[in-house]
């Protein structure tokens, strides 16, 4: 860990850093690999073409290769977003609970993504890393909607399940959003390679959209 970082976990203060679209940012961003034995791992390619699609589009500079992190580990604060997705069963413990609640009041962002099955794991996960807070569905009004791309009516729908709405919920932490949780949308699958799901490209399109949209309010609120 370089002496920048061990500073900043020292202070217990995470940066966002602002450079992202400087060419010397080199920012990376990072996928969560958590316990439990849900697949942490689910839709490999759909971060590295979120990425490519905000380099280019966003004129970001993000490092193309994320990384992965564990929930416990120190190296969760060298990333300013994470990515949690997955089908199966969530489990943090208490000291991971407690170090992702350290990162998110710190300045980092998580971002959840519901590949359908996740919603019950994961909400009382979260509570344990934020008793008191609830997620809270943001209203379409809200500017992660709103970034270079406009989403009048919120979340696209990118795959059908259980022929609900998509819902966008966010835990607020002294008026920040810490958290962005994605539900019934299947985001993710949107960013995946198109032979993955065979998706048309104005699917996808609108799930790179709204994933650059993600990305660009974190990096700029």
């Not at 500073?7 to 990072?30: C, H, N, R, V």
């Amino acid at each position: 860990m370089n002496k920048k970082i061990y500073l900043i976990l020292l202070l217990g203060l995470l940066i966002i850093p602002t450079g992202i679209f400087s060419q010397e940012s080199g920012i990376q961003i990072a996928l969560l690999k958590y316990n439990g034995g849900g697949d942490w791992y689910a839709n490999p390619t759909s971060l590295p073409n979120l990425i490519n699609f905000c380099n280019t589009n966003l004129r970001t500079n993000i490092n193309p290769d994320n990384a992965t992190v564990e929930v416990e580990s120190r190296e969760i604060f060298n990333y300013p977003f994470i990515h949690l997705t997955g089908h199966g069963n969530v489990i943090f413990s208490d000291d991971e609970a407690a170090n992702l609640r350290k990162y998110l009041i710190a300045g980092g962002f998580l971002h959840i993504d519901d590949n359908y099955g996740l919603d019950k794991y994961i909400r009382p996960q979260m509570k344990k890393v934020f008793p008191e807070l609830s997620f809270i569905e943001l209203p379409f009004e809200h500017p992660i909607y709103h970034q270079k791309y406009n989403f009048q009516k919120g979340l696209p729908k990118i795959h059908e399940h259980d022929k609900k709405a998509p819902q966008g919920f966010g835990l607020i932490y002294k008026g920040r959003v810490v958290c962005f949780y994605t539900f019934e949308c299947d985001l993710g699958d949107g960013w995946e390679d198109k032979e993955v799901h065979h998706d048309s490209e104005a699917t996808r399109l609108k799930a790179l959209k709204m994933g650059a949209n993600i990305i660009q309010y974190v990096f700029t609120q």
